[in-house]
Each structure stands twice: as structure tokens, then as C-alpha cells.
């Protein structure tokens, strides 16, 4: 098996064996993040918040039930490449019809397996989400395209993943837009089962969004620095306090930064389905998945209070503002994989926006 190879711009390398789509010249770039999830790797490789980013699974054996389009968050991988201890080619399941493998290099993802993924996730905990270059050219090429390689930061990766035109989804009473920053379609589907929704470009106006007449606003996840979406926030700054909003993840940072809020990056962040995060309203502890490298800076807020912390390690994960009837959370209630301890707060959403207030505040 031919050898393969982890440059990251700090010079630290890893060896291993290519795997999935082998680009022309043989390399590949991204910033690099730890996921801890056990399951639901095909999940994880299409939510597209991970643009930009090379996702390196912490969980040794990947791929062991193979991949089913129903598991699909997007139409398309958005990851720049994956990591795995062992990337296993047969698929146990009777849901599967194909492997990771074959997955990974009919939408073009690169891979690398056989590597150390301790020591990998220990490096990126220390150092932090480091940006790098991997695959099946030399060292010397692939170290000098690590140093030339780019973070996540300044950079807005939602003007790639974000719909081209607008789509409905579900039926009922209520009528939702909701912004596509990247959005999952587990999202979707929870929004599309209490709701009619019109899914909408991250680009529309606030005036576009009006003229729908809707009767509540949904800010999805994405991917990216949010410091990057100065026209995004400026959009949401007019809608605030006209019509009932929901944000999750990105949304969530959004949303903050229009009521006064300012975001800052995480050392490496938070990708997993294991969070432990309190509720402040109803002091109920749930277990979250989450998948963001930007988080709220703390005493920022300027109309709105926490509602939510992570217990790990304090990072603010849930804002409220009874007066402009919006809240949001840093994690994913649709949880898509992970616990569904946190799909309550779909229906907050509904109590908003039929009774015009948020459940304790």
C-alpha cells in the first residue's frame, strides 16, 4: 500500500495510507478538527459547517455500517478531507448500499487512514485547530503547501454551501423563512414537520424576508468565521424585534452579534455528541452534539442574556431576548447524530411564536 502523509503548519507529521479520491499532485489542505463522536460519521462528513476544515474521527474504526443516502445532511460533502485510524471496507448493515470508501471518492473527498489518531486529537487539544496539508506527494510539497495553508478565520465559507434559490418545505398554519447558512436536512425535516417553511439564500434582504410575511424567522448552522458575515448580521439587525427568530449554531452567533454580541474562536473547538450543557431557564442538564469553532465571547451581550452554558467548560451555548422575542443555541437540538435530548426547543419555537413568549423568560 502506497504511503501517505499529515503536514501541519507547525511542522508536526503524521504517516499514514491514502484513502478515498487521490487529488491530481497529491495534495490536499484544510484546517484540521477532532470529532468524538462514536457514530454517525456520514453524518458528520456531510453537514457542511465543516467547509474548509479536514475532519480527523477520534473513534478508531470508521465506516463499519457503510454509507445510506437516507443519512445524507446535504446533497454533497463540503469537508476538505477526512482522517481515520482504519477505515474499514465492509459494510455491516442492512441499511447500507456502499461503503465509506467508495463514498469518499464519488463526491471527491480525500482521505487518509493508518494514522495515529491519539496522537493527532492530543496535538490539535494542545495547539489547537492548526491548518496543514496531507496526502500522497513528497514531504518537501506537502510541507511548503501546510505553510501556505489557511484557517477557517476571516474567511465566509457560507456564500459556497448556501442554497441558490429558494424551496418550501412542510404544510400547517404557521409559515416560517429560514435562512440557509448551510443548513442540515435533519434541520429541515424538524422545522418541516411543525411547520411550513421557505428555505431561503443567506444572501436575501430583510426586505425579501418581510415581503414573505412570515410568521417566524429560522437562522440555520453554517460554517466559517462569523466575524466574516457583516451583511448577514446587518440583515438580521432590521428583523430583530419585527418577527419571533430561532438560531441555531451559526445562526446562534449571528443572532448574538446583532443584539450587541461579539464571537471569538475556540482553541479547537467543540465536535462531538457528548456535550453536558445546562439550561439556566429549567436547570435541566441535557447531553448535546455540537460542531463549531466560534462561540459567543463572554459579557458581550448587550440585549439579551445566557440561557444556556456548556458544564465542560463554560462557553456560553444558548441567548435570549424576551423584548425582541428571539433566542437561539450554540448546539444541535436536531441532533443529527447524537442525543435528542434538546428537540424541545422546536416546540419553544412554537410556544414563541403562538403565544409570543420564550418559556421563562
Not at 494542545?126 to 476571516?154: E, I, K, M, N
Not at 430583510?206 to 468565521?225: H, M, T, Y
Not at 456560553?316 to 450554540?330: K, L, N, P, W, Y
Request: proline content about 5%; charged content about 15%; glycine content about 12%.
Amino acid at each position: 500500500m502506497s504511503t501517505a502523509h499529515i503536514v501541519l503548519s507547525d511542522g508536526t507529521v503524521f504517516a499514514g495510507s491514502p484513502a478515498g479520491f487521490v487529488p491530481d499532485g497529491g495534495v490536499s489542505t484544510g484546517e484540521f478538527v477532532f470529532n468524538t463522536a462514536l457514530s454517525g460519521y456520514q453524518e458528520v462528513i456531510t453537514d457542511p459547517s465543516y467547509a474548509g476544515q479536514v475532519i480527523a474521527f477520534t473513534y478508531p474504526h470508521i465506516g463499519n455500517y457503510g454509507v445510506a443516502a437516507a443519512d445524507d445532511e446535504a446533497t454533497r460533502p463540503w469537508c476538505r478531507g477526512v482522517v481515520v485510524r482504519e477505515l474499514t471496507q465492509r459494510a455491516s448493515s442492512w441499511r447500507a448500499d456502499g461503503n465509506l470508501n467508495a463514498f469518499l471518492e464519488q463526491h471527491q473527498i480525500p482521505a487518509i487512514t493508518g494514522v495515529d489518531t491519539r496522537r493527532l486529537t492530543r496535538h490539535l487539544r494542545d495547539h489547537g485547530a492548526v491548518a496543514g496539508a496531507f496526502g500522497t506527494a513528497s514531504l518537501d510539497v506537502l510541507t511548503q503547501a501546510a505553510r501556505a495553508a489557511h484557517g477557517t478565520d476571516g474567511t465566509d465559507f457560507v456564500r459556497d454551501v448556501t442554497t441558490s434559490e429558494a424551496y418550501e418545505r412542510g404544510s400547517g398554519d404557521l409559515h416560517i423563512v429560514a435562512f440557509d447558512y448551510g443548513i442540515k436536512a435533519t434541520m429541515v425535516q424538524q422545522l418541516a414537520a411543525r411547520f411550513r417553511v421557505t428555505v431561503v439564500p443567506a444572501s436575501t434582504s430583510a426586505n425579501d424576508v418581510q415581503s414573505l410575511r412570515p410568521d417566524g424567522v429560522f437562522l440555520s448552522n453554517g460554517p466559517g468565521d462569523p466575524a466574516a458575515l457583516g451583511a448577514q448580521v446587518d440583515v438580521l439587525r432590521t428583523l430583530v424585534g419585527t418577527v419571533p427568530i430561532f438560531g441555531i449554531c451559526l445562526g446562534h452567533q449571528l443572532l448574538a452579534t446583532a443584539l450587541g454580541g461579539s464571537t471569538m474562536k475556540l482553541p479547537f473547538g467543540h465536535h462531538g455528541s457528548n456535550h453536558p450543557v445546562k439550561d439556566l431557564v429549567t436547570g435541566t442538564i441535557e447531553i448535546t452534539a455540537q460542531n463549531h469553532n466560534y462561540a459567543v465571547a463572554p459579557d458581550s451581550l448587550g440585549r439579551a442574556v445566557v440561557t444556556h452554558v456548556n458544564l465542560n467548560d463554560g462557553v456560553i451555548e444558548g441567548v435570549a431576548s424576551a423584548t425582541d422575542r428571539c433566542f437561539s443555541v450554540q448546539y444541535h437540538p436536531e441532533a443529527g447524530p447524537g442525543p435528542h435530548d434538546a428537540r424541545y426547543l422546536f416546540d419553544r419555537f412554537t410556544t414563541l411564536l403562538r403565544e409570543g413568549k420564550i418559556e421563562g423568560l
